[in-house]
């Protein structure tokens, strides 16, 4: 099959970017340039050390994660912040024909893009959704004691946030001596897998999705500060990570967790 990927420049997404590649024909990697800036919610020199130390132990954890994926090992195209949705940037998107448009880390994409690719568009939310929607949903989990919520969901694309229907969930296998970075960087890798076997089953001949209902958490990017930052650390080194995984079945049955389903050879032939 063949696959074009919509992404970011970080190390995760070249992650992410290579293994498709290691699975699809994957015709091009478009990389959007990261638009975040944390310290604008700095409110003191004290606040910035602390974001500054959060987003310096993420680039840390980066690293040793995914130490060989410095660049991207397909064809790519550098976009700026919100490139995805340039007009020249979609027809070039539609000239490459792809069977499936997969996409991790991109700003909001438009509806012209979406209506460009129907039911071919699949996303990884890092976050399960519909719990957790929006901006940081591996983050506000542990900020919020509930680390049963770390994951990602592979959905399809619409023009919502997060909101499309769910194909399959992954989450992390956590260890108790595991920090947030550790959390996320475990639930990139299981990602990028699922979102290659959801691809791989929809060209096969289709995966059943889930509605999303329920309206869950959502979360912008104005909701960050160091606050929540200074939380999140103070709850790690509370042990609740142990906590979660001493009582990690009681805690597990509070979700709802969609699993990848092909559609059969028969249900395809009763279409």
């Known amino acids: 099959m063949r696959a074009i990927v919509l992404t970011s420049t970080m190390r995760r997404h070249q992650f992410v970017a290579n293994t498709l590649a290691s699975r699809l024909e994957v015709a091009a990697?478009?990389?959007?340039?990261?638009?975040?800036q944390p310290l604008r919610y700095a409110q003191s020199p004290a606040d910035e050390d602390v974001i500054q130390r959060h987003f310096a132990l993420?680039?840390?954890?980066?690293?040793?994660?995914?130490?060989?994926?410095?660049?991207?090992?397909?064809?790519?195209?550098?976009?700026?912040?919100?490139?995805?949705?340039?007009?020249?940037?979609?027809?070039?998107?539609?000239?490459?024909?792809?069977?499936?448009?997969?996409?991790?880390?991109?700003?909001?994409?438009?509806?012209?893009?979406?209506?460009?690719?129907?039911?071919?568009?699949?996303?990884?939310?890092?976050?399960?959704?519909?719990?957790?929607?929006?901006?940081?949903?591996?983050?506000?989990?542990?900020?919020?004691?509930?680390?049963?919520?770390?994951?990602?969901?592979?959905?399809?694309?619409?023009?919502?946030?997060?909101?499309?229907?769910?194909?399959?969930?992954?989450?992390?296998?956590m260890h108790e001596d595991d920090?947030?970075?550790?959390?996320?960087?475990?639930?990139?890798v299981s990602a990028a897998s699922a979102l290659a076997d959801a691809a791989l089953a929809l060209n096969d001949g289709g995966v059943r999705s889930v509605e999303q209902s329920g309206g869950g958490r959502l979360y912008k990017r104005a909701d960050f500060s160091a606050a929540a930052v200074k939380q999140l650390y103070a709850n790690v080194a509370d042990g609740m990570i142990g906590e979660y995984l001493?009582?990690?079945?009681?805690?597990?049955?509070?979700?709802?967790l969609v699993r990848l389903e092909p559609v059969s050879a028969a249900e395809r032939t009763a279409r």
């Open 29 to 36: 990697v478009f990389q959007e340039e990261k638009a975040f």
């Open 58 to 173: 993420r680039d840390e954890s980066e690293t040793e994660f995914f130490s060989e994926h410095d660049r991207v090992r397909a064809p790519s195209v550098q976009l700026p912040v919100g490139g995805c949705n340039d007009r020249t940037a979609v027809e070039e998107m539609r000239r490459l024909e792809p069977d499936v448009v997969l996409v991790f880390g991109t700003g909001l994409l438009h509806q012209t893009l979406i209506d460009a690719f129907p039911h071919r568009i699949l996303n990884i939310h890092l976050g399960l959704s519909p719990y957790y929607r929006g901006a940081g949903t591996n983050f506000w989990p542990l900020v919020n004691r509930e680390p049963e919520y770390c994951g990602a969901t592979i959905h399809f694309l619409d023009a919502g946030v997060d909101s499309g229907p769910m194909i399959v969930h992954v989450r992390p296998q």
């Open 179 to 188: 920090g947030p970075h550790e959390i996320g960087n475990k639930t990139i």
């Open 246 to 256: 001493h009582n990690r079945v009681a805690r597990d049955a509070r979700l709802s």
